[in-house]
């Protein structure tokens, strides 16, 4: 069975920083691209970056770009965000998601989704 | 404001056809497919629709979807009150360099 586990979200000052992580199971991690994807408190939802499998293609939303990074490890089956310089505006929950396949995250769906971590950024 | 346009809510009797509409531009809905995202209260999403009219399995088949040039829809026909959620349309744009949702549309079965 697929699944999608994220964990390392919290309540962090602005300005502070949070890494979150993904893990996956059930598939073949290496071979497909994965993605993160916000949705803030009564809001819709926000892409926010995406990863294709070997790392080759890396994309941010405008609205996270230089202040969020995303990796992967794939001998852990792992998917990371690092959020750095964080602001009120990024409280949401986050998840986690697969694409179809493993090239460029542009040309495929997202077909399983986590089930979120949540994000509260507050002094 | 998203760069995909969706109307904020919708609603239907049991039974009763609906449709969703996402409207969008030439670099995204025109150029690409677009996926259908389903949230149900409480929920992740999940996807209803992908490559503009393909269900997954496990969809029923009261859920349909079609696209024409910047703009997609989707149908839901013979409407049941688990179908009460939040809609969302998805496709890739070329002008942002990344995945753009519309606003959602929060669906009411009366």
């Known amino acids: 069975e697929v699944q999608l586990v994220e964990s390392g979200g919290g309540l962090v000052q602005p300005g502070g920083s949070l890494r979150l992580s993904c893990a996956a199971s059930g598939f073949t991690f290496s071979s497909i691209a994965m993605t993160w994807v916000r949705q803030g408190p009564g809001k819709g939802l926000e892409w926010v970056s995406g990863?294709?499998?070997?790392?080759?293609?890396?994309y941010y939303a405008d609205s996270v770009k230089g202040r969020f990074t995303v990796s992967r490890d794939n001998s852990k089956n792992t998917l990371y965000l690092q959020m750095n310089s964080l602001r009120a505006e990024d409280t949401a929950v986050y998840y986690c998601?697969?694409?179809?396949?493993?090239?460029?995250?542009?040309?495929?769906?997202?077909?399983?989704w986590g089930k979120g971590t949540t994000v509260t950024v507050s002094s | 404001q998203s760069a995909l346009t969706q109307p904020p809510s919708s609603s239907g009797t049991p039974g009763q056809r609906v449709t969703v509409s996402c409207s969008g531009s030439?670099?995204?809905?025109?150029?690409?497919?677009v996926n259908w995202y389903q949230q149900l209260p409480g929920a992740a999403p999940k996807v209803l629709i992908y490559?503009?009219?393909q269900r997954p399995s496990g969809v029923p088949d009261r859920f349909s979807g079609s696209k024409s040039g910047t703009s997609a829809s989707l149908a839901i026909s013979g409407l049941q009150s688990e179908d009460e959620a939040d809609y969302y349309c998805a496709s890739w744009d070329d002008s942002l360099n990344g995945w753009v949702f519309g606003g959602g549309t929060k669906l009411t079965v009366l």
């Open positions: 490559s503009n009219d």
């Open positions: 998601a697969k694409f179809r396949g493993g090239g460029s995250p542009k040309y495929y769906h997202m077909d399983v």
């Open positions: 030439s670099s995204n809905i025109g150029s690409y497919t």
């Open positions: 990863m294709s499998g070997n790392g080759d293609f890396i």
